[in-house]
């Protein structure tokens, strides 16, 4: 089985060493710092495979956190798009990415936390005048501030 793992998941302290484990350049920038930067060396040389995702892969993944309504980082898009491309399990304790991951039938499995119970689409609805639009912010109709709200759930 093979593994794709966020910032959080190399970062956890948790024993990760056995598995077939894969992550993206972005990530490896992120945990670059300090004594992270040791317990990287360590995971690099044991069995931590670096690889970019396709640029297919990471249009997927933005269209599907479009029409949920979720938001994750450019870091976190690459990181489900790897695990996309390689038909991996997802390894990480963050909500959004777990459920886009599900919409995008892409396994995952928490390491600190313990996961969703359930998939939750948002949209997004003016405090002022009550249209739906596309995205957070200020309304484009009428200037006020926009609300994520939960839409759908199963």
Same mark, same amino acid.
């Given at each position: ?5 966020d910032a ?12 077939e ?12 710092v300090?004594?992270r ?11 931590l495979?670096v ?11 933005r ?13 976190d ?7 996309l491309?390689?038909?991996a ?13 599900s #919409?995008?039938?892409i @396994? +995952?499995?928490?390491?600190?936390? !313990?996961?969703? /119970?359930? &998939? ?14 596309k995205? #957070?912010?200020?309304? @484009? +109709?009428c200037?006020?501030?926009? !609300?994520?709200? /939960?839409? &759908?759930?199963?």
């Amino acid at each position: 089985m093979v593994f794709v793992a966020d910032a959080s998941a190399i970062l956890s302290g948790k024993d990760i060493s056995g598995l077939e484990l894969y992550t993206t350049p972005s990530v490896l920038d992120e945990v670059r710092v300090g004594k992270r930067a040791r317990l990287l060396g360590y995971m690099l040389e044991a069995n931590l495979r670096v690889q970019p995702p396709q640029l297919g892969s990471i249009a997927a993944v933005r269209k599907k956190m479009d029409e949920m309504g979720d938001r994750v980082s450019k870091v976190d898009i690459e990181v489900l798009a790897l695990a996309l491309d390689l038909k991996a399990v997802l390894l990480c304790d963050d909500y959004s990415m777990q459920n886009i991951a599900s #919409e995008l039938s892409i @396994p +995952f499995r928490p390491l600190s936390q !313990r996961g969703i /119970k359930r &998939v939750v689409k948002y949209r997004y609805r003016c405090s002022g005048c009550g249209r739906f639009v596309k995205s #957070e912010g200020d309304c @484009p +109709f009428c200037g006020s501030p926009v !609300r994520r709200l /939960k839409d &759908v759930t199963h």
